[in-house]
């Protein structure tokens, strides 16, 4: 895996927190992260997922908040984790297209583990997130199944996971280059015990030349350079104990990654920034009428909020160098940050 910090495209900052072990969402115990890749004859896209925990997410829910950068997007579920502070599927990442089959597959998985879902109790909130990638996939042939989606979920696993053009980012690209799925974690030690926060990020935005990377410099992918119509989805999970607010505020620090990278949050840009905690999840029937949450004095909250804004700068830059040079329907290319970096990197 070309990361950045292999590159030399990640300059560690005075105050930057350490990374854990994997250097992935995954370091967040409990977390487990698969794949389903489509590609040939026209097809590049796929299916990434997250699981937030093992077991039945409906009868025990981890707590979530949303934040919406900018809402040009499609995807499905938000509503309910922003009313209700709660998930209850895993998250599946996809193309603009994909977003039905992978809700029914959510559905249908959802009420094969609790059959009493939409009869004796309530309904089930599928959550699945988006970006186009039209411009490597021939999007309209709907190739995404609701097989696919079970199968990245059966592929889900802890510790190291592939990044780049795989699952949902086979077809993805950012700044010029191809881009897909990254990933970044940071420790935090916290009083006397030590936490972690992880990004997963389907990286599918940025005008052409607008990329800074950390030591300043501005890569060229030497290309036309259209306006920003792209897509991108931040996944923050941790095992934090966080209230909803607090994750909400969480969430919305993605955008100071992202906008160390140059991005600007384009009108044609969906920007969706989704943050859970692996702490104290609910229970679907409570016994008890009232309910203890443990909770982060906000008076420490910097240190998370600096966690999310370094884990997702990062994140994004190992998408763009996991990711290998690839040219689109059209016959654009769309060069590897990587290469970049191997030819000296000196414009």
């Known amino acids: 895996m070309n990361e950045a910090r292999r590159l030399g495209l990640w300059t560690e900052g005075r105050n930057a927190l350490p990374a854990g072990p994997w250097n992935a969402i995954t370091d967040v115990p409990g977390v487990s992260v698969g794949h389903r890749t489509i590609s040939g004859a026209g097809l590049a896209t796929g299916v990434t997922a997250v699981l937030p925990q093992a077991g039945d997410l409906f009868r025990s829910k981890p707590r979530a908040a949303v934040e919406v950068i900018n809402g040009f997007g499609k995807s499905a579920g938000l509503m309910q984790v922003a009313e209700l502070g709660t998930l209850e599927t895993p998250i ?29 109790t309530s309904t089930v909130n599928p959550l699945v997130l988006e970006c186009n990638d039209g411009s490597i996939n021939d999007i309209q042939r709907l190739a995404v199944r609701e097989a696919d989606a079970l199968a990245a979920i059966a592929d889900a696993r802890s510790g190291a996971f592939e990044q780049g053009a795989v699952g949902a980012g086979t077809g993805m690209t950012a700044f010029g280059f191809k881009a897909g799925i990254g990933s970044a974690s940071r420790r935090m030690r916290i009083g006397a015990q030590e936490f972690t926060l992880g990004a997963l990020v389907l990286a599918n935005f940025g005008r052409a030349g607008d990329l800074v990377l950390p030591d300043g410099r501005r890569p060229d992918p030497r290309g036309p350079r259209p306006g920003e ?13 966080l209230d909803g607010r607090q994750l909400q505020r969480i969430a919305r620090r993605a955008g100071a990654g992202l906008a160390r990278l140059g991005a600007f949050w384009g009108n044609g840009s969906g920007d969706v920034a989704l943050a859970f905690t692996t702490a104290d999840p609910l229970p679907h029937h409570g016994t008890d009428p009232f309910r203890t949450l443990r909770r982060l004095d906000d008076g420490l909250i910097d240190l998370p909020f600096r966690a999310a804004a370094e884990t997702v700068q990062e994140a ?32």
């Not at 119509?229 to 104990?241: A, H, M, Q, W, Y």
């Not at 994004?316 to 060069?335: I, M, S």
Request: aromatic share 4%; net charge positive.
């Open 229 to 241: 119509k792209g897509s991108v989805i931040v996944v923050l999970g941790t095992d934090l104990p």
């Open 92 to 120: 599946l990442l996809t193309n603009t297209f994909g977003v039905a089959a992978c809700c029914e597959a959510l559905i249908r998985r959802a009420i094969a583990e609790n059959p009493e879902i939409g009869r004796a």
């Open 316 to 347: 994004v830059l190992n998408a763009l160098c996991a990711a290998p040079a690839t040219r689109g329907r059209d016959g654009r290319h769309f060069p590897a940050l990587a290469d970049w970096a191997g030819a000296g990197a000196g414009q």
